[in-house]
C-alpha cells in the first residue's frame, strides 16, 4: 500500500481488528484480504460554521465561524474506533453550535463588536478544549461573519443618526455663542474708540486737523486715479477741510 504526502493510515485486520500502528508515508506491506489501510488526511483543513443565536440583550445574531483542524496523529486509532473516518462531520458541528450559543450569551449585542476580540478568544479557547477530548486538534479559530436582526441594524443606524444630529446642533449653538460673543465685543470696542475719539476732540483741535488732512489726501488720490485728461480744481470746502469750520458756526 502507498501512503500519500500530507496522509497516515492505520490498519484494520479481519483477525486482530483496528492495530494501534500508524504508516506514515511511503510505500507498506500488507497481507491482501486480511488487513486494510484506513487512510487519514492530517493536513489542518478549514470549515465555516454558522450558528443563530441569542445575546445576552436577547437579540438574535447570525454568527459564523471558521475553524482550522486537523487530527491528533498518534491517536488515529482511536479516532477510527470511536468516530470513524468523518470524524470532523460528527463533531466539530456540534461543538462549534454549543460554544457559540454559550460565549454569545455572556455578551451584549453591541458588545459583540465593541469587543469582538475578546469574544473570539473564548470561541478559541472553549472550542480548542472540547475539541481535544475527540482528538482533534485546532489551528486556528476565528469570528468571520456578523449578522443582527433587520430590527437592531435600524435601530443603531438611527441611534447613530440621532447622536450626528446632536453633536451637529451643539456645534451650531456654540458657533451662535462665539459670534455672539464677537459682536459684543466688536461692539464694545467701536464705543469705546468712539469715546476716546470725542475726548480727543474736546481736549485738542490738532486731531480734528489731522483727520482733515488725511481726508483731504484720500479725495485728491481717487480724483487723481479717476482724472485722465480732465482736471479739477478744488478748494478747501471740496476737500472737507472746513468741517470744523461748520461745525463752528452751526455750534454757535
Known sequence: MVIEGGHRAVIYSRIGGVSNQIFGEGTH?????????IDYDVRAKPRIISSLTGTKDLQMVNISCRVLSRPNVPNLPQIYRTLGQDYDERVLPSIVNEVLKAVVAQ??????????????RLVRDSLSRRAARFNILLDDVSLTHLAFSPEFTAAVEAKQVAQQEAQRAAFVVDRARQEKQATVVRAQGEAR????????????????????????RQIAALINEAGG????????EGLGLNVLEGADKRSS
Open 29 to 37: 506491506l500488507r497481507i491482501p484480504w486480511i488487513q486494510t489501510p
Open 193 to 216: 474708540s468712539a469715546e476716546l475719539i470725542g475726548d480727543a476732540i474736546k481736549k485738542s483741535r490738532s486731531y480734528v486737523d489731522l483727520r482733515q488732512i488725511e481726508n483731504a
Open 107 to 120: 455578551f451584549n449585542a453591541s458588545q459583540l463588536i465593541t469587543q469582538r476580540e475578546s469574544v473570539a
Open 229 to 236: 485728461k480732465n482736471k479739477m480744481y478744488l478748494d478747501a
